[in-house]
């Protein structure tokens, strides 16, 4: 038979303040845990969004793109270099929109801080090496 996390035949009837502290802690375990669940649901549900939108605008790039080629491929007017040069903007914001979301300080936080954390541990032991031998 299955025992779900709170199931009480895991409590011990002798020891009633324990197991009430034990459950207390189980039931806190189950919070962190539902509460790490809600964090990666919400960060895959970003990650979809941010995914939706690159597609999009490397589809609308790709469209631009073609727009230009047509356009440059037609004899040199006022109107076509003016188009042109709205294509080369919003494919240059196009561009910048499909590269600055996919490093953010979000995802190198928890590794920048390591690496300070550890880097800094490092100099700290090496002055303390060298004043024990030097």
């Known amino acids: ?54 597609r999009r605008d490397i589809r609308m790039q790709g469209e631009l793109r073609a727009e230009q080629g047509e356009l440059e491929r037609q004899p040199a007017s006022e109107a076509i270099r003016a188009e042109l040069k709205d294509i080369e903007q919003q494919l240059a ?7 600055s979301q996919l490093f953010s300080w979000e995802s190198f936080r928890e590794i920048f801080w390591q690496i300070v954390r550890f880097v800094g541990l490092g100099i700290v032991m090496g002055w303390v090496l060298k004043s024990l031998v030097g």
Do not use: C, H, T
């Open 1 to 54: 038979m299955a025992r779900s996390p709170g199931d009480s035949s895991d409590k011990n009837p002798s020891n009633g303040s324990g197991s009430e502290e034990s459950s207390s802690a189980e039931a806190n375990e189950w919070a962190e845990v539902e509460a790490g669940f809600a964090k990666v649901q919400k960060q895959l549900s970003d990650l979809k969004d941010r995914y939706s939108q690159v």
């Open 93 to 99: 914001q196009i561009e910048v929109a499909i590269e």
